[in-house]
C-alpha cells in the first residue's frame, strides 16, 4: 500500500457539501490511500470566523500541498474578497487549468471537443489595483509582467508535451494593448522556442471566441491572461454541456487546489439533487496529480460509463436521478 497522503477537503457553499460528500463516496470506494482533513471557506463561515477564508485553511493547504474544494459564493459589487482569489493570491496558484471535453450522451451543438484552457491567474485586471481618480472616474490597471507570463506560457508548453497535444495557441488583444499583450506574446514566443515539436500560433481575443464557436475542434492547448482566461474557460465549458460536467484546478509550484468551477445553486442546495460530476472531474485531476494513475483512470473510466450508459443523469441534463443515485451507478461502475 502507498503512503497514506492527506487531502484538504473545503466543502464550500451551497450544494458544496453534498456533492463534496458524493465525490469522496468514490474515492473511497476506489480505496486510495488519501485521508481527508474538513477545513472551512465561503460566505456560510463568515459568521464564526469574520472572514470566508480562514488563516487556518490556507495553513492546512500549504502543509498538504494539494486540496479538495467544493464551490463558494461570492457577493457581487461589495462584501468581502472572493475566498477564490484569496486563496489563489496566498497559495500563489498561478496556473488555472480547465480540460474541456465532450461527455457521453450529453447533447451538445459540438461532438468531439477536447480543448485545454491555460489561465494565466494571478495578475493582469485581476490584480485588483483600482482607484477613483475623481468622482464618476474610476481607473483599473491592468498588470502584465514578464515573470508571470513566462511561467504560464511554460506551464502550457509543459503540459503540451506531457499530455502529447500538438499546438499551443497565445491568446490576446496586442493590436490594441500593444506593451501589455505584447509583452505576454513575447513571453510565449520565447517559450515556444524551446518546443520545436508544437506548433505554436498567436489568435486575437475577440476572433478567438468565434472560431471557437464556429470549430472548437481546430484549437487544442490554449494560453491566455487572467481575463481573458475566466471568459474563455466557461465559453468552452458551454460547448460540451456547461460547468456542470467540467473540472478544474489552480496549480502552484507547490501546491493546487481541485474544484468544481460552477456557482453554488443555493436554489437546489440541501435538496439532495445536485449534479456532482465536475468535482468528481477535478477529483480524477488530483489523483493524476498525485500520480495515482490507475485510481485516476477507473474513476474517470467510472463516469465515462455511466454517461455512456445514459440510464442514470441527475435533473439538470434531463434526468431524475438523486445526488446518491448517481454516486450509487459511479461506485457499480468502478
Not at 31 to 39: A, I, N, S, T
Not at 62 to 71: C, D, M, T, W
Not at 139 to 157: D, H, M, P, Q, V
Request: aromatic letters at 6%.
Amino acid at each position: 500500500m502507498a503512503n497514506t497522503r492527506t487531502v484538504t477537503v473545503i466543502n464550500g457553499d451551497g450544494i458544496g457539501p453534498e456533492v463534496m460528500a458524493a465525490t469522496i463516496r468514490v474515492l473511497e470506494a476506489l480505496k486510495v490511500p488519501l485521508e481527508f482533513e474538513h477545513k472551512d471557506a465561503g460566505t456560510e463561515v463568515v459568521a464564526k470566523y469574520g472572514t470566508n477564508l480562514p488563516h487556518e485553511t490556507v495553513e492546512a493547504v500549504l502543509r498538504s500541498g494539494v486540496a479538495l474544494k467544493g464551490p463558494t459564493g461570492t457577493v457581487v459589487g461589495g462584501g468581502l474578497p472572493s475566498a477564490n482569489v484569496g486563496l489563489r493570491k496566498r497559495l500563489d496558484l498561478y496556473s488555472s487549468l480547465r480540460p474541456v471535453k465532450s461527455v457521453p450522451n450529453v447533447k451538445t451543438r459540438y461532438e468531439n471537443v477536447d480543448l485545454i484552457v491555460v489561465r494565466e491567474n494571478t495578475e493582469s485586471l485581476y490584480a485588483g489595483l483600482e482607484h477613483i481618480i475623481v468622482p464618476g472616474v474610476v481607473e483599473s490597471l491592468k498588470i502584465i509582467t514578464e515573470k508571470a507570463s513566462t511561467r504560464i506560457a511554460r506551464f502550457g508548453f509543459e503540459y503540451a508535451r506531457k499530455h502529447g497535444r500538438k499546438k499551443v495557441t497565445g491568446v490576446h488583444k496586442a493590436n490594441i494593448m500593444k506593451l501589455s499583450d505584447g509583452l505576454f506574446l513575447d513571453c510565449c514566443r520565447k517559450v515556444g522556442r524551446e518546443y520545436p515539436e508544437i506548433h505554436y500560433e498567436e489568435v486575437i481575443i475577440d476572433n478567438l471566441c468565434m472560431q471557437l464557436v464556429k470549430d472548437p475542434t481546430r484549437f487544442d492547448v490554449m494560453v491566455l491572461e487572467n481575463l481573458y482566461g475566466d471568459i474563455v474557460s466557461d465559453l468552452c465549458a458551454g460547448l460540451v454541456g456547461g460547468l456542470g460536467v467540467v473540472p478544474g484546478a489552480n496549480i502552484g509550484e507547490r501546491t493546487a487546489v481541485f474544484e468544481a468551477v460552477h456557482g453554488t445553486a443555493p436554489d437546489i442546495a440541501g435538496k439532495g439533487i445536485a449534479n456532482p460530476t465536475a468535482l468528481m472531474m477535478s477529483a480524477v485531476m488530483m489523483l493524476d496529480y498525485l500520480d495515482m494513475r490507475e485510481e485516476a483512470r477507473r474513476m474517470e473510466n467510472a463516469i465515462q460509463k455511466v454517461y455512456g450508459d445514459g440510464k442514470v443523469r441527475t435533473g439538470d441534463l434531463g434526468g431524475g436521478a438523486t445526488t446518491r443515485d448517481f454516486t450509487d451507478a459511479i461506485i457499480a461502475a468502478l
